[in-house]
């Protein structure tokens, strides 16, 4: 029934014009507005919806990760501009963790939902 369907998925904030600055000033991600929600465009992935909520609760997971090339770059970049990194175990001193899995950094919105920076590896070649 919904494999034809162009699915997309969405997470709430507690001020809308604050996610609008963030995402698309901060970040640089493409951003619309309808009917009071936020849209995001990151290019080649599907529409991403932030609604408003007034009781909103910050996720305790990650709920949007933005593949890069280079996370320790994307770091850099990201800090310049403001945004403050999340120390979780086994993060190093510069808000990057390298223990398992790829090279991820987190850091949150201005709702306090947690997102990444997260190394985009290369495919395995057999």
């Known amino acids: 029934m919904l494999e034809n ?3 997309f998925s969405g997470f709430s904030v507690n001020d809308i ?3 609008r600055n963030f995402y698309g000033q901060v970040l640089g991600v493409p951003v619309s507005e ?8 990151p290019e ?8 408003p909520k007034d ?3 910050p996720a305790t997971y990650t709920v ?10 994307a770091v850099s970049e990201l800090s310049g501009r403001g ?15 390298r223990q398992a899995g790829p090279t991820i ?9 947690i997102l990444s920076v997260i190394e985009d590896e290369p495919p395995q070649s057999e």
């Open 44 to 51: 080649g992935s599907a529409n991403i919806l932030v609604y």
């Open 83 to 97: 945004v403050e990194f999340v120390h979780f175990d086994g993060v190093g001193e510069d808000g990057i963790f």
């Open 5 to 7: 369907s162009s699915a």
């Open 105 to 113: 950094a987190w850091f949150r919105d201005p709702a306090g939902n």
């Open 34 to 41: 309808a009917n009071g929600m936020l849209f995001l465009h």
């Open 55 to 57: 009781n909103h609760t």
């Open 17 to 19: 014009p604050a996610a």
């Open 64 to 73: 949007l990760n933005f593949p890069v090339p280079d996370v320790e770059a």
